[in-house]
């Protein structure tokens, strides 16, 4: 009966054959996804450069029609992502498989790991909500909108910081996770290409070798240039801004106290040519350097925040938004607000304008994001996988939102701030803030620390993206620097940005990636339930004897 067993389990798909090109241009790539990719991204470039008006109006509209029809799924799906990941962890069988093979050791130490986490994962958007986004559900949220608390009064405190850790917690980190493991997972267990398409093996088999495996790497790549772009440009936004705040002259920014055009330019030329001299050293060198200082510039940051800021204040903020927070975290993910309820509207408006976007946001970030923590990620257990990628990040997000955000807040509800902080644009908010907390010179100090901090999380994001792209159009190739590859990326992402900015600003940014961020959303779906499949087959193998791993199947060849 036992070998009968084993004869009905088959071991698992070890290898994933892509077709690469083995000369020319295309050397070590595959051209049936690069060039659609290239093809796609350049379409999209001369669109919004050539017809700006036509590209504005109907990106308006598609956002209008995209968002209200699948902000349900959005929803859905992300939670779905949290809860599959809570249960890989939690039950013991599963967290306790490794990502790779049985006794491998992580490349990296826990702190350069977090520190990458942290870079690449989330630290632009950080420096520009930390302090515009709790300001914001300050003045507006659910509870604002139902009469439940009034706007910019104590009593609307609580509640911002309800939906800024929905926004920031474990609905980001969860998506990361989700697709990390996935791909991190068949790649490093089953010796399969390092690649988004190799995640869907376990349902599809070796059919992803062929034009659905295509497909499904092509979408990665659009989502991942549409996804870091929205990053970019916050973070261009913000840079320019922080030029400008330190003294750098008033051409920087137009009557309307957005980024000038010279400036947009200026930004994306520094900007992108350190991505592209860091990305051309690699994750080793160049991202792990950058993500080290990213990490002690931050920490310098919170700590002056803590002593020069409102830090008891901050603390009290956190422990109240974390009760609510965890004690409300099912009814906060699965609400979908209807139109037809009270206040439904406004209600359906908001979550259309915060929730849905930020799903939207953490799924076309996640083929990057995923990637590149599934990179260095190999060796972890997968308890220790999320633990490290879910509850870590979040639980700095917080800190940091409570700090920042919570200074800013109070120093408006005391009146100090007289709505100086309130009145300026998100990108400029953080600045605003110090410049009412310190005197003058030291502001200047610190804003000049601020920009230098989102130069390294700017430098650190578009480098792993571009390295990420040119893996996925590689096949899974993580060695090879493929030069000119980067400098394509690099200059694309920049023309994305530069002409998005320029036709809409970041609303424009937004709604292309709202966009390209749908079709990847099924990937990720399809991703689910392949992850799924695979550790309990494996579950399966492991019981019956049946290797589960590449390197199993070779020892019983031997």
């Known amino acids: 009966m036992p070998s009968e067993k084993k004869r009905r389990i088959a071991p698992p798909l070890v290898e994933l054959p892509i077709r690469t090109a083995k000369r020319g241009f295309y050397d070590g790539f595959s051209r049936q996804v690069t060039i659609p990719a290239k093809i796609i991204v350049s379409l999209?470039?001369?669109?919004?450069?050539?017809?700006?008006?036509?590209?504005?109006?109907?990106?308006?509209?598609?956002?209008?029609?995209?968002?209200?029809?699948?902000?349900?799924?959005?929803?859905?799906?992300?939670?779905?992502?949290?809860?599959?990941?809570?249960?890989?962890?939690?039950?013991?069988?599963?967290?306790?498989l490794r990502i790779g093979n049985p006794g491998e050791k992580p490349e990296f130490s826990r702190l350069s790991w977090f520190a990458m986490l942290f870079g690449a994962g989330i630290g632009i958007g950080l420096l520009t909500y930390s302090v515009g986004e709790p300001l914001a559900h300050f003045s507006d949220n659910p509870q604002?909108?139902?009469?439940?608390?009034?706007?910019?009064?104590?009593?609307?405190?609580?509640?911002?910081?309800?939906?800024?850790?929905?926004?920031?917690g474990f609905a980001a980190w969860g998506t990361y996770a989700l697709v990390g493991l996935a791909i991190g997972y068949v790649a490093f267990r089953r010796n399969l290409p390092l690649t988004i398409r190799s995640a869907l093996t376990p349902i599809f088999g070796r059919a992803m070798s062929g034009p659905a495996g295509h497909l499904v790497d092509i979408f990665?790549?659009?989502?991942?240039?549409?996804?870091?772009?929205?990053?970019?440009?916050?973070?261009?936004?913000?840079?320019?801004?922080?030029?400008?705040?330190?003294?750098?002259?008033?051409?920087?920014?137009?009557?309307?106290?957005?980024?000038?055009?010279?400036?947009?330019?200026?930004?994306?030329?520094?900007?992108?040519?350190?991505?592209?001299?860091s990305a051309l050293s690699g994750v080793g060198k160049g991202i792990k350097w950058l993500s080290n200082l990213n990490l002690g510039l931050s920490f310098l940051l919170l700590l002056l925040f803590a002593v020069a800021g409102s830090g008891l204040f901050a603390l009290e903020l956190l422990?109240?938004?974390?009760?609510?927070?965890?004690?409300?975290?099912?009814?906060?993910?699965?609400?979908?607000?209807?139109?037809?309820?009270?206040?439904?509207?406004?209600?359906?408006?908001?979550?259309?304008?915060?929730?849905?976007?930020?799903?939207?946001?953490?799924?076309?970030?996640?083929?990057?994001?995923?990637?590149?923590?599934a990179r260095i990620s190999r060796g972890r257990t997968i308890r220790e996988y999320v633990l490290g990628v879910v509850l870590v990040p979040s639980l700095v997000c917080f800190v940091w939102m409570t700090l920042l955000g919570g200074t800013a807040i109070a120093l408006e509800l005391s009146g100090v701030a007289g709505g100086s902080i309130l009145a300026t644009d998100i990108s400029d908010q953080l600045y605003a803030t110090i410049a009412v907390m310190?005197?003058?010179?030291?502001?200047?100090?610190?804003?000049?620390?601020?920009?230098v901090?989102?130069?390294?999380?700017?430098?650190t994001s578009t480098d792993s993206a571009i390295l990420i792209i040119n893996t996925i159009n590689g096949a899974g190739d993580t060695e090879g620097e493929h030069a000119r590859h980067v400098l394509f990326w690099a200059a694309a992402l920049s023309l994305v940005v530069g002409s998005m900015l320029v036709i809409g600003g970041i609303e424009a940014i937004r709604i292309t990636m709202?966009?390209?961020?749908?079709?990847?959303?099924?990937?990720?779906?399809?991703?689910?339930?392949?992850?799924?499949?695979?550790?309990?087959?494996?579950?399966?193998?492991?019981?019956?004897?049946?290797?589960?791993?590449?390197?199993?199947?070779?020892?019983?060849?031997d």
């Open 44 to 96: 999209i470039i001369l669109w919004a450069i050539f017809f700006p008006v036509s590209a504005n109006e109907t990106l308006t509209r598609a956002n209008s029609t995209l968002i209200s029809s699948f902000a349900g799924w959005y929803v859905y799906l992300v939670a779905a992502l949290i809860a599959v990941c809570g249960l890989l962890a939690i039950v013991p069988a599963t967290g306790s």
């Open 144 to 168: 604002i909108i139902r009469g439940l608390a009034e706007p910019r009064s104590p009593e609307a405190v609580r509640s911002a910081y309800l939906y800024t850790f929905l926004h920031w």
């Open 220 to 277: 990665a790549v659009v989502a991942t240039i549409l996804g870091v772009a929205v990053t970019m440009g916050l973070g261009v936004e913000q840079f320019v801004v922080g030029l400008a705040r330190i003294g750098l002259g008033d051409w920087l920014l137009d009557a309307d106290g957005s980024s000038s055009i010279p400036a947009i330019i200026l930004a994306l030329s520094v900007l992108v040519g350190a991505s592209t001299l």
């Open 319 to 373: 422990g109240r938004g974390l009760v609510g927070y965890l004690g409300g975290f099912l009814p906060l993910s699965l609400t979908l607000f209807a139109e037809d309820a009270p206040f439904g509207e406004q209600l359906v408006r908001w979550q259309l304008d915060w929730t849905a976007f930020y799903w939207a946001w953490w799924i076309a970030f996640a083929p990057f994001v995923g990637m590149f923590i």
């Open 438 to 451: 310190l005197d003058p010179g030291l502001a200047g100090m610190v804003s000049g620390l601020i920009v």
């Open 453 to 459: 901090l989102l130069l390294t999380y700017l430098v």
């Open 514 to 557: 709202i966009i390209g961020a749908l079709p990847f959303s099924f990937v990720v779906g399809l991703m689910t339930v392949s992850i799924l499949k695979a550790i309990a087959y494996d579950l399966i193998r492991k019981k019956h004897g049946v290797p589960t791993t590449a390197s199993g199947m070779m020892d019983m060849k």
